[in-house]
Nanobody, 121 residues
Framework: QVQLVESGGGLVQAGDSLRLSCAASGLTFSRYAMGWFRQAPGKERDFVARITWAGGATYYADSVKGRFTISRDNAKNTVYLLMNSLKPEDTAVYYC??????????????WGKGTLVTVSS
């Protein structure tokens, strides 16, 4: 059974940094692209960042480009999201998700329960 468990969220001030982690189990982690998404209060879930199965390529939403860094450690079955220069508009529940294949374009089929990030001004 595939499980994705996020951690690392919390309450921070604008300009601070946080690193989120997503521990995966029940799958051969290195076979799948992974992504981070977020959902702000009253809004739809949005794409934040994604990383290919081997970590060789990453992609970001324009809103986080240059501030957030996605990475993965296939030996630890974990994907990370380092968030720098946080802004109040980054406040959201952050979810990690697994792609159906090595190709992110095939869509996501498993999601974690999310971790809350709150950025105060």
């Amino acid at each position: 059974q595939v499980q994705l468990v996020e951690s690392g969220g919390g309450l921070v001030q604008a300009g601070d940094s946080l690193r989120l982690s997503c521990a995966a189990s029940g799958l051969t982690f290195s076979r799948y692209a992974m992504g981070w998404f977020r959902q702000a209060p009253g809004k739809e879930r949005d794409f934040v960042a994604r990383i290919t199965w081997a970590g060789g390529a990453t992609y970001y939403a324009d809103s986080v480009k240059g501030r957030f860094t996605i990475s993965r450690d296939n030996a630890k079955n974990t994907v990370y999201l380092l968030m720098n220069s946080l802004k109040p508009e980054d406040t959201a529940v952050y979810y990690c998700a697994k792609s159906r294949s090595i190709h992110f374009a095939d869509g996501m089929d498993y999601w974690g329960k999310g971790t809350l990030v709150t950025v105060s001004s």
